[in-house]
């Protein structure tokens, strides 16, 4: 810390209001090399956070956290926020395990407010927060700072149609910087550069600009005077634009990377008693010419060296997103009725290469997975095989339409859901936890999980000769490798048994947590205990009767779960093995959110590791009445 001249001395945003211009400049250079230095380390996100420094700089100087408050969108953007707030010495734990989160979070700080981590909740939000207080008496500035891709969503604009009617004084930034993760896509994409290069502007500025270094003896006041006049030239250039008709007043551009001119800009629309939105355009992964070159690489990313800004090689396993993508290529090619879908997450769903081969069979929509999924009906109804990959955690977002504009027509729409499961290092907001339990419910939506590649490429051509929606969930880590039972063909409602010898305990599961079930296997073999082990392949129980008959051997029948135990296929599995020789138990997401930490260390809290899941067998055949329980078994066969 000691290398941070002015860096050093920050504990509390306080601490910024009595800095120089040069000791502020001094600041945001250390403040980027500091997060460079420790994301370096952790992983983590890089553009974004270095494209919002002068503005987070600019907010913490101009307005009073917490008293007033700052609601970061998404949430990935927060570090130089953190750093500000008393979490410096902290922020190399970033993402570990017992650690800081990467996103706001209420308990980590009084200076967060939400628990950010899905994007364009932050005018909602704000608006919630400005009304509450206002109810209550109180008036604070509430300020969403939303990018141009989170303003793709759909609740952005309720927010903002619902701000622009009821007038209240409230500052939205939007911060611009062209890019999502990939590129920013859309109408409002374009629309927005529009608004810094109208030309009849341009043309006016290049006037403005030629004739004031033309004027000999300008004096400098003179100077800033006629600035200030061009900017309100400006701002009549772009009398009206979607925010403005929103009742919403619309100020900018600004040059977001210009310290003086934020603060400038800030303290005067601070008197300003009516909505305004400040558009600030800044550029991704600003002084880090790396990540200015490839916003989208070092969007989020994993530890890399900051001298040349290589990314560490981690494991080159196929992983599942791997699979899914050479899975879909291939019978893309075969089949041209398929297309594919992306809510922004291209190169995360692992579709950049379809997209590549397909450009007219892609779609990529921006942060809208409600329109994505109901867009996806569409393809369906009109005879083509839309495919839409999406993070289970953004499909949260579209239960709704899955219910009411897929499920209910039966339409053949096919989910690839990425990062399902447990999901290492972005936390809560992130995890993929709830999506066996939201639709296991929903009639006739088939769920499967594939374990290895082939699995994954039978799967999705199953979804491909299947007439109904079916969803393929996988999460964020490494395909298995091969075992010769993989090759049998994929059926609906068949699992896989994986039976050595004659077993009386079983492991259920599914997807990457069966190599757990391997593992333990092996762990327990040594203290001469076998397990047989069923892959149910589909989460959803078809043939329950040959289910029941098939499991009715097993005194003790562990199921592990990838997700959250309430609504998974545990429960479903125990109201169909509730005999009184038989025992079920759940390992699993236990009713809590999950945090941050490596999937390993994850699955370690819950007691899914291969290790626990022995060690928990071992306990309960040492339990008395499991023993009796195996007689009773032994005395009925
Ligand atoms: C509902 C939802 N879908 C997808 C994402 C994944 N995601 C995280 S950041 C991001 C891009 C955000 O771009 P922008 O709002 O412009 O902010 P920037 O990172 O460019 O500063 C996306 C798509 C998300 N967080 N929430």
Redesign the pocket.
């Not at 981590?117 to 364009?120: T, V």
């Not at 939303?146 to 303003?151: E, H, N, T």
């Given at each position: 810390m000691s290398d941070y001249q002015i860096l050093s001395k920050i504990e509390k945003p306080e601490d910024l209001k009595g800095l120089t211009h040069k000791e502020l400049r001094l600041l945001t250079k250390e403040i980027r090399e500091y997060i460079i230095e420790h994301v370096s380390k952790t992983g983590g996100h890089l553009a974004?956070n270095l494209?919002?420094v002068e503005l987070t700089v600019a907010l913490h100087r101009v307005f009073n956290s917490p008293k007033d408050k700052f609601i970061f969108?998404?949430g990935?953007?927060c570090y130089t926020h953190k750093i500000l707030t008393g979490r410096k010495e902290r922020f190399s734990t970033n993402r570990q395990l017992n650690g800081l989160s990467g996103f706001t979070r209420r308990y980590e700080s009084e200076h967060d407010f939400v628990d950010a981590?899905?994007?364009?909740t932050s005018i909602s939000s704000a608006l919630g927060i400005l009304l509450g207080e206002e109810l209550q008496g109180e008036f604070n500035y509430i300020i969403p700072v939303?990018?141009?891709?989170?303003?793709t969503?759909g609740m952005a604009y309720e927010a903002m149609n619902h701000l622009g009617h009821l007038k209240k004084k409230m500052i939205v930034i939007l911060?611009d910087?062209n890019?999502?993760?990939d590129s920013?896509v859309g109408a409002m994409s374009s629309n927005l550069s529009k608004l810094t290069t109208t030309k009849s502007y341009q043309r006016f500025k290049r006037f403005a600009d030629w004739t004031m270094l033309h004027i000999p003896f300008i004096g400098k006041s003179f100077y800033a005077g006629v600035m200030r006049w061009k900017k309100s030239v400006k701002t009549f250039f772009y009398k009206s634009n979607i925010f403005t008709d929103l009742g919403i007043k619309y100020i900018g551009p600004i040059d977001g990377h210009n310290l003086n001119e934020l603060e400038r800009v800030l303290s005067r629309v601070k008197l300003l008693d009516e909505p305004v939105l400040i558009h600030i355009i800044t550029k991704?992964g600003k002084g880090y010419e790396f990540a200015e070159k490839e916003p989208g690489k070092y969007?989020g990313v994993k530890p890399f060296n900051p001298e040349d800004g290589i990314l560490k090689s981690g494991d080159n396993s196929v992983n599942y997103t791997d699979a899914f993508s050479s899975a879909i290529n291939t019978l893309a090619e075969r089949n041209n009725k398929i297309v594919a879908i992306t809510?922004?997450?291209m190169s995360g769903t692992g579709l950049t290469s379809f997209f590549n081969k397909y450009p007219s069979r892609s779609f990529d929509v921006g942060?809208t997975?409600e329109h994505a999924v109901t867009l996806a009906s569409g393809f369906a109804i009109s005879g083509l095989i839309p495919v839409v990959a999406i993070?289970s955690t953004?499909i949260q977002?579209s239960i709704d339409q899955i219910i009411h504009d897929i499920a209910i027509p039966g339409l053949q729409v096919i989910f690839a859901l990425d990062r399902a499961g447990i999901v290492p290092a972005d936390g809560e907001a992130h995890q993929g936890l709830f999506d066996i339990a939201l639709l296991k419910s929903v009639p006739g939506i088939v769920i499967m999980a594939p374990s290895v590649k082939s699995e994954m490429d039978q799967m999705l051509n199953f979804a491909i000769n299947y007439k109904g929606p079916t969803v393929i969930r996988y999460p964020k880590d490494s395909v298995l490798p091969e075992r010769p039972e993989f090759s049998k063909p994929v059926v609906l409602g068949d699992g896989l048994l994986f039976k050595e010898r004659d077993s009386k305990i079983l492991i259920v599961t599914y997807g990457q947590m069966l190599q757990e079930a391997f593992d333990a296997k092996e762990i327990l073999l040594k203290k001469d205990l076998d397990v047989d082990i069923y892959s149910m392949r589909f989460l959803t129980l078809y043939n329950k009767m040959d289910l029941a008959s098939k499991f009715s051997q097993y005194s003790l029948i562990i199921v592990v779960e990838d997700g959250i135990i309430k609504g998974g296929v545990g429960e479903e599995l125990g109201l169909l093995i509730n005999s009184t020789y038989q025992l079920l138990y759940i390992l699993g997401v236990d009713n809590s959110f999950l945090t941050h930490g490596t999937r390993k260390e994850l699955k370690e809290l819950c007691h899914t590791d291969s290790k626990s899941i022995a060690e928990f067998i071992i306990a309960r055949t040492e339990e008395v009445n499991y023993k009796s329980m195996v007689e009773r078994i032994n005395a009925k066969w």
């Open positions: 974004s494209g919002i969108d998404v990935h953007q981590g899905h994007a364009s939303i990018g141009d891709a989170s303003l969503g911060n910087n890019m999502s993760i920013s991704k969007h809510a922004a997450m942060i997975e993070y953004f977002r």
